[in-house]
């Protein structure tokens, strides 16, 4: 069956840096686009950025020119570096992907920026 399992989460100071990383089971990984969401406390989950089986990248406007997806297909796992972090942008961040009407998601990774 498919799984997704994120790690890299974790505290961390305003301005600091950390790399999430999404590794996938029981799919051909290089034929699935990839996406990254996260959701903070009282708030809905949004998508944060995605990137495609050719590796094109989109982001949300707030996380634009500060976060970087990437993928590695020979290990199954999508990155989603994060430079510049700021207290906002803490919440459970969750990888997931999609097949026709099928939704696969981890069981996402807490980020907390806090000084």
């Known amino acids: 069956q498919v799984r997704l399992v994120e790690s890299g989460g974790g505290l961390v100071q305003p301005g600091e840096s950390l790399r999430l990383s999404c590794a996938a089971s029981?799919?051909?990984?290089?034929?699935?686009?990839m996406y990254w969401y996260r959701q903070a406390p009282g708030k809905q989950r949004e998508l944060v950025a995605s990137?495609?089986?050719?590796?094109?990248?989109t982001y949300a406007g707030s996380v634009k020119g500060r976060f970087t997806i990437s993928r590695d297909n020979a290990k199954n796992t999508v990155y989603l570096q994060m430079d510049s972090l700021k207290p906002e942008d803490t919440a459970a961040y969750y990888c997931?992907?999609?097949?026709?009407?099928?939704?696969?998601w981890g069981q996402g990774t807490q980020v907390t920026v806090s000084s």
């Open positions: 997931k992907t999609t097949r026709w009407t099928s939704e696969y």
């Open positions: 029981g799919i051909i990984f290089s034929t699935y686009t």
């Open positions: 990137i495609t089986t050719a590796g094109s990248p």
